[in-house]
Protein backbone atom coordinates (compact mmCIF):
# COMPACT_ATOMS: atom_id res chain seq x y z
CA UNK A 1 0.00 0.00 0.00
CA UNK A 2 1.25 3.11 -0.56
CA UNK A 3 1.27 5.28 2.24
CA UNK A 4 0.21 9.29 1.85
CA UNK A 5 1.94 11.81 4.36
CA UNK A 6 -0.61 13.50 6.50
CA UNK A 7 -0.32 17.04 4.44
CA UNK A 8 -1.78 15.20 1.46
CA UNK A 9 -4.32 13.32 3.34
CA UNK A 10 -5.10 16.60 4.60
CA UNK A 11 -5.32 18.68 1.25
CA UNK A 12 -7.34 15.44 -0.48
CA UNK A 13 -9.94 16.54 2.37
CA UNK A 14 -9.77 20.50 2.65
CA UNK A 15 -7.57 20.38 5.53
CA UNK A 16 -6.63 19.63 8.84
CA UNK A 17 -9.30 20.45 10.81
CA UNK A 18 -11.57 18.28 8.40
CA UNK A 19 -9.51 15.30 8.03
CA UNK A 20 -9.76 15.15 11.73
CA UNK A 21 -13.43 15.43 11.61
CA UNK A 22 -13.57 12.52 8.84
CA UNK A 23 -11.13 10.50 10.71
CA UNK A 24 -13.73 10.51 14.11
CA UNK A 25 -16.83 10.05 12.61
CA UNK A 26 -15.55 7.51 10.62
CA UNK A 27 -13.93 5.45 13.81
CA UNK A 28 -17.27 6.27 15.24
CA UNK A 29 -19.20 3.91 12.31
CA UNK A 30 -16.15 1.83 13.11
CA UNK A 31 -16.92 1.19 16.32
CA UNK A 32 -20.69 0.86 16.31
CA UNK A 33 -20.45 -2.02 13.83
CA UNK A 34 -20.52 -0.70 10.25
CA UNK A 35 -19.21 -2.26 7.25
CA UNK A 36 -15.74 -2.32 6.48
CA UNK A 37 -14.40 -1.06 2.94
CA UNK A 38 -11.04 -2.68 3.58
CA UNK A 39 -9.91 -5.49 4.24
CA UNK A 40 -7.36 -5.49 7.49
CA UNK A 41 -6.05 -7.57 10.32
CA UNK A 42 -5.92 -4.40 12.67
CA UNK A 43 -9.21 -4.02 15.06
CA UNK A 44 -8.47 -0.60 15.55
CA UNK A 45 -10.85 1.92 14.15
CA UNK A 46 -8.98 5.15 14.11
CA UNK A 47 -5.89 2.88 11.71
CA UNK A 48 -9.25 1.42 9.59
CA UNK A 49 -10.47 4.57 9.21
CA UNK A 50 -7.01 6.56 7.87
CA UNK A 51 -6.67 3.09 5.56
CA UNK A 52 -10.11 4.07 4.13
CA UNK A 53 -9.18 7.55 3.09
CA UNK A 54 -5.88 6.40 1.58
CA UNK A 55 -7.59 4.01 -0.51
CA UNK A 56 -10.01 6.61 -0.58
CA UNK A 57 -13.00 4.41 0.22
CA UNK A 58 -14.34 7.60 2.13
CA UNK A 59 -14.40 11.14 1.86
CA UNK A 60 -16.21 13.88 3.79
CA UNK A 61 -20.10 14.63 3.08
CA UNK A 62 -20.09 18.57 3.17
CA UNK A 63 -23.86 18.32 3.25
CA UNK A 64 -24.49 19.07 -0.36
CA UNK A 65 -24.70 15.55 -1.69
CA UNK A 66 -26.77 12.79 -0.43
CA UNK A 67 -25.12 9.34 1.42
CA UNK A 68 -26.12 6.11 2.36
CA UNK A 69 -27.08 5.68 6.23
CA UNK A 70 -25.38 3.48 8.04
CA UNK A 71 -27.72 0.96 9.81
CA UNK A 72 -26.82 0.84 13.64
CA UNK A 73 -27.15 -2.73 14.87
CA UNK A 74 -28.46 -2.68 18.48
CA UNK A 75 -27.91 -5.41 20.69
Known sequence: MNYKNIDE?????GGSLR???LI???ARQIIKKAPLFVE????????IAFLELMQKKIKLNDGNEQL????SSKN
Open 24 to 26: ISR
Open 40 to 47: TNTDDPVQ
Open 9 to 13: LAKQV
Open 68 to 71: PQIQ
Open 19 to 21: LTQ
